[in-house]
């Protein structure tokens, strides 16, 4: 069962419009709330109401929520929403909500709506009569009957309709004429129904995969407003509950970003250097802080009040005190990291910060600023990605370095274990770039087929040694179909073409027909 809390109450930013004439096309009113309160509940005749009011408290608007109201929930993974109210002219517009929390609204909204159809609206006349004082009531949790009732109103729309028996019926009229008659297309009219005009899918409690207690402990403490770093081995569950988070904060002022561009994809982010605009950050402060100023960065420095960043354990120690100094200069405020929420997450003892040159990382924990910047350390502990307890000890023994003649063993014994999936064989981790071409030349050589040889074309000639030289993509690439395939550069973050992310050739076409369509990636789907 749900809380009243969790599914009847929403804090976001709300407009509400009015036709301000008989029709929709007199111009439009419009009242604007940054901070407001959504609420379901029900009025003095049992009839559904949404209710919109200013947290600060000030006069609420009541909007009767009966059959003809329709809801518009294409950006709600973007926490908006409209509802549309034909009777009263008038539609609420919801934005800036955390999305896991409007969709739970929403389900409860839906679930409530369609267990209280077939109750006949009280008409205004009636309401009058009636003389009963107005009040207003929270909405009772979803419980189990409502869903069932919900359902078995909703099998009789599903229901096929037997036009069969009606077509008979219009054939035998006796003046001859052949009209057929057809069900009313607005004749069950339904809010849900608009949105799924075939057929109703059947409605369920609305429970995400639920959080484990030191999960739950983590997300109440980053709820709570504290500047959060938590940790934990591999596969406890820190980017699940990253991805939880995210849906838990309002999206117009949270920015979710990790150290690289396949863990931002993970959690639907961006890289933290794309965020902070700084470059590498190792420019002078007065640099940075240009940098940070140019159009469309100093808009994420400015509106971002929770920054979540993965991989923690990847971020090098000047550049996190770069970026606190930036975020207290750019936002001209003396706290930490400029009054910015801080929500950390990674496993130190996974892969360390990427230097150029011979300077040793500074890891995150040990810049200056780590200390006045984080609030809560958390860990997590229990292991949710596999529950093979030998493999997790095994795990667990070389994650803190303590790799035993049996560890060894055990390891070696599982490398001729085939791990494939839609063609993309394992990736080979090497410790040196010799060693990798080396392995890429033998693997081409072994496929059948020609061999395809593709140059790089470079504008510039006197930069051509510089480039080969800082480029992790070679002057040529030699292809077959059949090859395995890394991108080395993030592409496109959202479509999962992220730096690392794999693929195989399956095919090549001529010219610009070749774009986009030539290899089959892991991470964005069949094609890329
Ligand atoms: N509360 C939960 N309920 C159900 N499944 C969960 C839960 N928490 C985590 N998982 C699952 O456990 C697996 C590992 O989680 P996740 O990838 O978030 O771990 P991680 O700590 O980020 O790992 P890594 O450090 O390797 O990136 C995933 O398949 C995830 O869906």
Request: charged share 25%; net charge positive; with cysteine.
């Amino acid at each position: 069962m749900l809380h009243a809390e969790d599914g009847a109450r929403l804090e976001c930013s709300v407009a509400v419009e009015r036709a301000s004439g008989a029709s929709a096309g007199h111009g439009v009113q419009r009242r604007v709330l940054r901070r407001a309160t959504v609420t379901l509940g029900r009025d003095e005749f049992r009839e559904l109401v949404l209710r919109v009011q200013d947290v600060r408290g000030g006069a609420h608007e009541n909007f009767a929520l009966r059959s003809d109201f329709r809801l518009f929930m294409r950006f709600v993974k973007d926490g908006k929403c409209t509802v549309n109210f034909p009777q009263s002219n008038a539609q609420v517009l919801i934005s800036d909500c955390p999305p896991d929390r409007l969709k739970t609204f929403l389900k409860t909204l839906s679930i409530k709506h369609e267990a209280s159809r077939g109750t006949n609206p009280v008409s205004e006349r009636a309401r009058m009569r009636a003389g009963v004082p107005r009040s207003f009531e929270i909405i009772s949790p979803v419980q189990q009957k409502d869903i069932q009732k919900a359902n078995e109103l909703r099998s009789k729309v599903n229901a096929p309709v037997q036009v069969k028996a009606l077509t008979e019926r219009a054939v035998n009229r006796t003046d001859g004429r052949q009209r057929v008659k057809r069900p009313r297309a607005d004749g069950d009219a339904s809010p849900v129904k608009a949105l799924h005009p075939h057929k109703k899918p059947v409605l369920t409690l609305p429970v995400a995969q639920k959080l484990s207690k030191e999960q739950m402990a983590v997300l109440n403490a980053v709820l709570s407003g504290k500047n959060v770093f938590f940790t934990g081995s591999a596969g406890t569950g820190k980017s699940f509950l990253l991805k939880r988070i995210v849906g838990s904060l309002p999206p117009k002022s949270t920015y979710a970003t990790a150290s690289t561009g396949v863990a931002a994809c993970h959690i639907g982010g961006t890289t933290l250097h794309s965020f902070a605009g700084i470059g590498s950050g190792s420019a002078p402060l007065e640099q940075c802080l240009e940098l940070a100023q140019r159009p469309g960065v100093l808009q994420h420095w400015t509106s971002c009040k929770h920054l979540i960043i993965d991989e923690i354990s990847m971020v090098e120690a000047e550049f996190f005190d770069k970026l606190e100094s930036v975020a207290r200069s750019i936002r001209r405020s003396s706290e930490p990291f400029g009054g910015i929420q801080l929500i950390v997450c990674g496993d130190f003892l996974q892969l360390p910060p990427v230097t150029k040159g011979k300077e040793k990382p500074g890891f995150c924990f040990q810049a200056r600023s780590w200390r006045k910047c984080i609030q809560v350390n958390m860990e997590l502990t229990e292991v949710r990605r596999q529950t093979d307890r030998t493999f997790i000890s095994l795990l667990q023994a070389i994650r803190v370095g303590r790799v035993t003649e049996e560890v060894s063993a055990r390891l070696l014994k599982s490398a001729s274990n085939p791990i494939e999936r839609d063609g993309i064989v394992a990736t080979r981790l090497c410790t040196h770039k010799d060693d990798v071409e080396l392995t890429n030349e033998n693997k081409l050589k072994q496929l059948p087929g020609p061999l395809r040889v593709f140059e790089a074309l470079d504008s510039d000639p006197m930069l051509v040694k510089t480039i080969d030289a800082q480029s992790p993509a070679g002057q040529t690439l030699q292809l077959k179909v059949g090859a395995q395939v890394m991108l080395t550069k993030n592409l496109d973050v959202h479509r999962g073409l992220v730096n690392g992310a794999r693929g195989v050739v399956v095919d090549f076409l001529p010219g610009n027909q070749g774009h986009d369509s030539g290899l089959r990636g892991d991470l964005s789907g069949p094609c890329v």
